[in-house]
């Protein structure tokens, strides 16, 4: 039960735990989890953005040999509820549970205030069975959805991976940009997030920010340019996947030493695929 953002390895640990139980037991592992981040409607603006779709995280679950992906409509009126009737009302009357394989960290009800002890508290009372799995460490640091964040802020590709067990990816459909790219000699496909289906894979220089020097916006775009490519992929679903940050954006003094510093992008990718 919860967000399961990024299905880091920390969540993975948890799923294993919950599969195994679902095993001796002969019941179903159900994964309960919410359409929207319960932040996107408590803080409404101030939401942390998602590592991973809903389609994306689904699917990582289910590939742990989870059963069933159950979604709750986290809406202001289960903002409301206390801890007591989101168990009773919820996870006890509509939805049956009889047994729960949580993380140490879980959390429901208003302001919090049902976790793991509360379940247990109340185990015996319900009569139903409570597993709490510790968290997952690594370098003494506790792998979470927020840490890995934090790594993809600051372009650490190297620990989003080890954290999150693979490569750090977005999902999205090409979408018609200003063509500026194309004027400068690297024509880019501009990505909005939505679904994935295409396999083919290629190598790439991706850009997520606000291209200061040709741009006088302060929307963020993502943009990719594709090596050694050449096509139409407006409308196409695609995957990006980060392997390692290149540099920081930059305001460059004109556009040429912009086209400069791609071309040394260009060239630091081909090195890095090349090993």
Do not use: W
Request: aromatic fraction near 10%; glycine fraction near 6%; charge should be neutral.
């Amino acid at each position: 039960m919860g967000t399961f953002d990024g299905v880091h390895l920390g969540h993975r640990k948890l799923l294993k735990s919950l599969r195994k139980r679902a095993d001796e037991t002969g019941g179903e592992a159900v994964v309960i989890t919410y359409y929207h981040h319960p932040l996107e409607i408590i803080h409404k603006k101030t939401f942390p953005y998602l590592l991973t779709e809903r389609h994306k995280k689904e699917e990582l679950i289910k590939n742990l040999g989870i059963d069933c992906v159950l979604y709750l409509n986290f809406d202001e009126k289960m903002a409301e509820m206390t801890a007591d009737e989101f168990l009773t009302e919820i996870l006890l009357g509509e939805l049956e549970t009889r047994e729960f394989v949580v993380g140490y960290d879980t959390h429901f009800g208003k302001k919090r205030e049902g976790n793991s002890e509360f379940l247990e508290k109340n185990a015996e009372k319900f009569h139903y069975r409570v597993e709490t799995v510790e968290p997952l460490k690594i370098d003494n640091r506790i792998v979470s959805s927020s840490l890995i964040r934090d790594f993809v802020r600051e372009g650490n590709m190297q620990s989003v991976e080890r954290f999150l067990g693979r490569k750090y990816s977005l999902f999205g459909k090409v979408v018609s940009g200003k063509k500026i790219g194309r004027k400068i000699g690297f024509p880019t496909i501009n990505v909005e997030p939505s679904d994935p289906n295409k396999k083919q894979k290629y190598i790439a220089v991706t850009n997520i920010g606000y291209s200061p020097t040709l741009k006088k916006t302060n929307i963020k775009e993502i943009e990719t340019f594709i090596l050694d490519f050449e096509g139409e992929v407006y409308d196409k679903e695609v995957e990006i996947i980060f392997h390692r940050r290149l540099r920081d954006e930059v305001l460059f003094p004109s556009e040429n030493d912009l086209i400069k510093a791609i071309f040394k992008d260009v060239e630091q990718t081909r090195r890095y695929f090349q090993k």
